[in-house]
T-cell receptor, first 114, second 115 residues
Framework: GAGVSQSPSNKVTEKGKDVELRCDPI?????LYWYRQRLGQGLEFLIY????????KSGLPSDRFSAERTGESVSTLTIQRTQQEDSAVYLC????????????FGPGTRLTVL | QQQVKQSPQSLIVQKGGISIINCAYE??????FPWYQQFPGKGPALLIA?????SEKKEGRFTISFNKSAKQFSLHIMDSQPGDSATYFC??????????????FGKGTKLSVKP
């Protein structure tokens, strides 16, 4: 079946612009996670959705970052007034919802802020 | 505060050799320890995972060894192959309490297996 998909695959933007990153999880997966991967680094947790609610937003680095999920499906991560330090690969993962269920990752969106 | 420390940062192994990657964690509440494999341009994919009620788990050429008292776990890749060349991440999460399911990742080990 189809895996987690993310769009766009690459995004180049100018400092100060807003960007939206999209994640389509595996059908039936109730849990959805966003992570950020800076060059040569591990993945940093950003936010977790269970259904359409986000019980854990603790990883969002600033109030410029927000995310929403609708219909227990698609999620959008929005970064406002982008800064150069926001440049990274943004990865989305989904799982069936139990805390130790396997998280399946999408290919990521590579964001470059000039 | 880095909750999961991974070493080495990079590793070169000859084909047929054993690759060993180590991780140490700080939070005793962690109770799920997966390893992820990531190829360039791809998202990470689960390789193997262990719970702290066992000291070792083996799947094919991949083995996780777990030492609860030392708060350490390691990945062993036996008979390493060039196709194993990738970046490997250890991770940890806790089932109960806050941050349920959120994976805390190590910084990764870039493995190169030379033919």
């Amino acid at each position: 079946g189809a895996g987690v998909s993310q769009s766009p695959s690459n995004k180049v933007t100018e400092k100060g612009k807003d960007v939206e990153l999209r994640c389509d999880p595996i059908s039936g997966h109730t849990a959805l996670y966003w992570y950020r991967q800076r060059l040569g680094q591990g993945l940093e947790f950003l936010i977790y959705f269970q259904g359409n609610s986000a019980p854990d937003k603790s990883g969002l680095p600033s109030d410029r970052f927000s995310a929403e999920r609708t219909g227990e499906s698609v999620s959008t991560l929005t970064i406002q007034r982008t800064q150069q330090e926001d440049s990274a690969v943004y990865l989305c993962a989904s799982s069936f919802g139990q805390t130790t269920d396997t998280q399946y990752f999408g290919p990521g969106t590579r964001l470059t802020v000039l | 505060q880095q909750q999961v420390k991974q070493s080495p940062q990079s590793l070169i192994v000859q084909k047929g050799g054993i690759s060993i990657i180590n991780c140490a964690y700080e939070n005793t509440a962690f109770d799920y320890f997966p390893w992820y494999q990531q190829f360039p341009g791809k998202g990470p994919a689960l390789l193997i995972a262990i719970r702290p009620d066992v000291s070792e788990k083996k799947e094919g050429r991949f083995t996780i060894s777990f030492n609860k008292s030392a708060k350490q776990f390691s990945l062993h890749i036996m008979d390493s192959q060039p196709g194993d060349s990738a970046t490997y991440f250890c991770a940890a999460s806790k089932e109960y309490g806050g941050s349920q399911g959120n994976l805390i990742f190590g910084k990764g080990t870039k493995l190169s297996v030379k033919p």
